[in-house]
């Protein structure tokens, strides 16, 4: 069955960077698109942007653009999402989230989702 | 880029029906028709309930329905049940591969 596990809760400080990753597994990694989204306390879902693991390309929101660094490692089957620059806005649940194979708009399966808590 | 447009909250006695609405533009909403609909229980990940404006995945009961006219999509629930009681999300297309989402609406089951 498909599933992504992401990895786990994240303290950083502000300025600091953070990695999230996405393990992907039940599917062929390189055939679908993966979406990243995230999520403030209390708040509404937010998209980041997303990554073609096959060729690589990525797609940043603007909001994201220039903060935000999409990766994949195909032998393993996991996808990155790397934030740099945290600031105590950034403090989020950041999922990962699978497109379907006929159309890269929406996500059919979703990460268990990573807290990253900015902090001094 | 903009949010869509989500009144913060909607609410239905069991059995009733509710419609969520979410507001783009000609340059997201009205122009494509990739609009999908996302249902949050509290500390759990997102799950599709719509997408294409209309479909329905695979498991999802059919009291829920999706539709657009113009810059609005809507999200119906019929018979209201009390596990529909949850933060619902629109999200569309919004061109130059780009992905919006609504703020979301907290559905109350009364």
């Known amino acids: 069955q498909v599933q992504l596990v992401q990895s786990g809760a994240e303290v950083k400080k502000p300025g600091a960077s953070v990695e999230v990753s996405c393990k992907a597994s039940?599917?062929?990694?390189?055939?679908?698109?993966m979406h990243w989204v995230r999520q403030a306390p209390g708040q509404g879902l937010e998209w980041m942007g997303w990554?073609?693991?096959?060729?690589?390309?990525?797609k940043y929101a603007p909001k994201f653009q220039g903060r935000v660094t999409m990766t994949r490692d195909t032998s393993i089957s996991t996808a990155y999402m790397e934030l740099s620059r945290l600031r105590s806005d950034d403090t989020a649940v950041f999922y990962c989230?699978?497109?379907?194979?006929?159309?890269?708009?929406?996500?059919?399966?979703w990460g268990q989702g990573t807290l990253v808590t900015v902090s001094s | 880029q903009s949010a869509l447009t989500q009144p913060p909250s909607a609410s239905g006695s069991p059995g009733q029906s509710v419609t969520i609405s979410c507001t783009g533009t000609?340059?997201?909403?009205?122009?494509?028709?990739?609009v999908s609909w996302y249902q949050q229980h509290p500390g759990e990940a997102p799950k599709l309930m719509i997408y294409?404006?209309?479909k329905r995945p695979s498991g999802v009961p059919d009291r829920f329905s999706g539709s657009k006219s113009g810059n609005t999509a809507s999200l119906t629930v019929s018979g209201l049940q009390a596990e529909d009681e949850a933060d619902y999300y629109c999200?569309?297309?919004?061109?130059?591969?780009?992905?919006?989402f609504g703020g979301g609406t907290k559905l109350t089951v009364l």
């Open positions: 039940g599917f062929t990694f390189t055939d679908y698109y």
């Open positions: 989230a699978r497109a379907p194979y006929s159309s890269n708009w929406y996500a059919v399966y």
């Open positions: 999200s569309s297309y919004a061109g130059r591969n780009n992905l919006v």
């Open positions: 294409e404006v209309s």
């Open positions: 000609s340059s997201d909403v009205g122009g494509y028709k990739f």
């Open positions: 990554i073609n693991p096959n060729s690589g390309d990525t």
